[in-house]
């Protein structure tokens, strides 16, 4: 019985920079992508059953560069639609809903093509991949299963396997690049390792503080 295995993408100039980042399809930065590079011989060693990613293109780079040649797009891995705070802060939220907390109020509506999800749509989403990856988790003879999305996703997909609310997701702080570890504890889902990183740390050059709780 394998393990499932959750890779966070690397970074990119919004999750840099704390912008709440669904749909906007940026590329990695080149420390996104040392972070995706260093997982690479983390993962060489691993007996991998399947591998599936978010259709976002800063999440099929980690995959490729960490040596997930085998990767499938899944679309259910996209990351939350933050509706109306595509782009936005959470500091820059605030300042309009003091009180505002993503994983209890989600977000504001956006558009027709991106309207915003709720975190029981997250939830439900999240449900699905784990259903559709439980049988790969209950074989016997099968190995790891490999996930590389997003944060918010992430976190709340570790909730739901937990058997968790979708809000529990709050507790999961998880960095780009970073890779986690779920498996079994006498039948019962557990955390064996979170929030890993195998790369480097960047230049120390001083940066914005950001509220881990909320950042993309």
Known sequence: MGELLLLRHGETEWSLSGRHTSYTDLPLTGHGERQAAALAPVLANRDIALV????????????????L??????????????????????????????DWNLWIDGVAPGSV?????SPDQIGARADRVLGHIDPFLTAEATGDVIL????????????????????AGSLFALD?????????EYGRPVIRAWNASAAPL???IPTPHLDRNNAP
Do not use: C, K, Q
């Not at 599936?52 to 040596?67: Q, Y």
């Not at 590389?148 to 809000?167: I, K, N």
């Open 176 to 184: 780009t690049g970073a890779l986690s570890r779920l498996g079994t």
């Open 113 to 117: 093509e991106h309207p915003g999800e």
């Open 69 to 98: 040649a085998d990767a499938h797009p899944d679309y259910d891995l996209h990351e939350w639609d933050y509706g109306g705070y595509e782009g936005i802060t959470t500091a820059e939220i605030l300042r309009d809903r003091p």
């Open 148 to 167: 590389v999305a997003h944060a918010h996703f992430l976190r709340v997909l570790t909730a739901r396997r937990l058997g968790l609310p979708p809000a």
């Open 52 to 67: 599936l990613t978010s259709p976002l293109h800063r999440a099929v780079r980690t995959a490729r560069l960490a040596g």
């Open 202 to 204: 960047p230049s120390l």
